[in-house]
């Protein structure tokens, strides 16, 4: 068993870019949160959180089973703090949730026990429709088992695409997680999503990501480390990547059940025991600011041609042609191209000199200015493959009278870091936008600092075969 401990760390989402960055804050639901069991918060419209509870202290009758155990509701919290049941029409005294909702929360899908005669049924999914403020349409998933129970489903943004997590005979063992797909208005036979996310032990509360990463909860992966920990994986090149352990503060002392990412990253819910022995809801945060209107980097540019359209002829018979940088350099020629060294004014003459005459006929100075940009300069390799670590350096970024108090990083990924130099590596093949924000330093606590954002793209290629 793991110990009843919530660590609150450091994080960045997949790898440890820095230590002792504390990235997300952790803090207890506590208006949720009543002592008993508490899970699988998702966000519902106009701010409410939608969870499952074993609660009835705001009036509700708690379902119990033969047994006199308690069995879970789902409940609505809205934004005022207010609570009770989702929805009265849809609680059938037996255990049901959690839910999940399509992105425009017209379509719900939700587990749920239904009475039986002289048996106990077990879990399955429905789905509903929201039309003039009401649940309606409910029915049943073409997939539901008289033996196997499905529960924890996650629905994709455009509600067609369903997770979920079953016993299913034909399974790996233990919960499977299971994806359908709707095609022509009818679910696809639940597809097992293979050894790279299964194991012969559980796998539940699967969450697909508006990205496209499919979080969820394992007893089973990680040499069987003690209890249930978080996971991620992702569908890359027509098959799923193997799942990756999240880091700390997600993954804990504790058993972790279920996670909930907003679509940039930054804030969210997770379920833990870490505090009583009892399932809570956690939410989460970071105080990595957002990077409004990004720039896309502007390039310096060093090498020029040098030429005078001026002239009326060029004749290299008569005449001798050069020119003099800054009175020290001097480069034959009517058409140059030079490379200067570093930013700064140079002084570029042409030189014409007579050759029948030996003499110098035309000196024309031109002056030449080559500034840097004022912007956060990202410095990285354009192209890089899977899993192999990159640097990422932001030293010339070139922000003059700006009060630089932190570097900080979007990878494009979900992940984040902060320093002038940091290292990462991706675990998907793809193209991610790389932001780097520099941060004025704050002059007191109440200051809203200023931030210069600029983005450089790079791609991120499979693994060499």
């Known amino acids: 068993m793991k110990k009843a401990i919530l660590v609150i760390g450091s994080l960045l989402m997949l790898l440890p870019l820095a230590v002792g960055q504390d990235y997300y804050k952790v ?65 059938s ?29 077990p879990l399955g999914l429905y789905f509903a ?29 455009d509600g067609r695409t369903l997770y979920f997590s079953a016993n299913y005979k034909d399974g790996l063992g233990g919960f499977d997680l299971y994806r359908s797909r709707l095609r022509n208005g009818a679910w696809s036979t639940p597809e097992n999503l293979g050894p790279e996310v299964n194991t012969p032990d559980n796998e539940i509360y699967p969450f697909i990501h508006p990205s496209g990463r499919l979080y969820f909860s394992s007893n089973g992966h990680d040499n069987h480390v003690a209890g249930f920990d978080l996971f991620e994986t992702a569908y890359v090149g027509e098959k799923w990547a193997k799942a990756t352990r999240l880091g700390a503060p997600f993954n804990t002392l504790s058993n972790e059940y279920h996670i909930w990412f907003s679509e940039d990253f930054k804030q969210g819910y997770l379920t833990s025991d870490g505090r009583g022995g009892t ?13 409004e209107s990004p ?44 490379k200067f ?16 005459l030996d003499t110098l006929v035309v000196q024309d100075t031109k002056s030449l200015p080559i500034r840097l940009h004022e912007q956060a300069v990202i410095l990285c390799d354009d192209t890089v493959r899977v899993n192999t ?14 009060n630089i108090g932190r570097y900080l990083w979007e990878f494009g990924d979900g992940t984040y870091g902060e320093g002038r130099q940091v290292t990462h590596s991706y675990l998907y093949p793809g193209k991610y936008r790389v932001m780097l ?28 075969q």
């Open 389 to 402: 670590p990159v640097l990422f350096d932001g030293s010339d970024s070139y922000l003059p009278g700006f």
């Open 341 to 356: 060294p570093e930013p700064g004014i140079y002084e570029c003459k042409l030189m014409v000199y007579d050759i029948l």
């Open 279 to 291: 399932k809570d809801i956690f939410t989460f945060n970071t105080d990595i600011p957002v990077f």
């Open 27 to 91: 803090r207890k639901q506590t208006r949720i949160s009543t002592g008993l069991h508490e899970a699988a918060a998702i966000p519902y419209e106009d701010g409410g959180i939608v969870y499952i509870t074993e609660s009835n202290s705001v009036g509700a009758s708690s379902p119990t089973d033969a047994q006199g155990r308690k069995l879970y509701t789902m409940f609505l919290m809205e934004s005022g703090g207010k609570k009770g049941p989702f929805r009265p029409e849809l609680v």
């Open 295 to 338: 720039e896309p980097i502007r390039k310096t540019y060093y090498k020029y041609m040098l030429r005078d359209r001026n002239l009326d002829t060029v004749d290299n018979n008569l005449f001798n042609y050069y020119w003099v940088i800054n009175d020290t350099l001097e480069l034959p020629g009517h058409e140059v191209i030079y």
């Open 129 to 157: 429709d929201y039309e003039d403020g009401t649940w309606v349409n409910e029915r049943a998933f073409e997939f539901n088992d008289d033996v196997a129970w499905l529960f924890s489903p996650s629905l994709s943004q």
């Open 437 to 464: 924000g520099v941060e004025q330093r704050k002059r007191n606590r109440r200051d809203t600092p200023e931030v210069k954002v600029n983005f450089k793209d790079i791609v991120v290629l499979p693994h060499e």
């Open 93 to 121: 005294q037996k255990h049901e949730g959690p839910v999940s909702f399509s992105g425009d929360f017209k379509t719900m899908v939700f587990s749920q026990q239904r009475p039986s005669l002289g048996r106990i049924d």
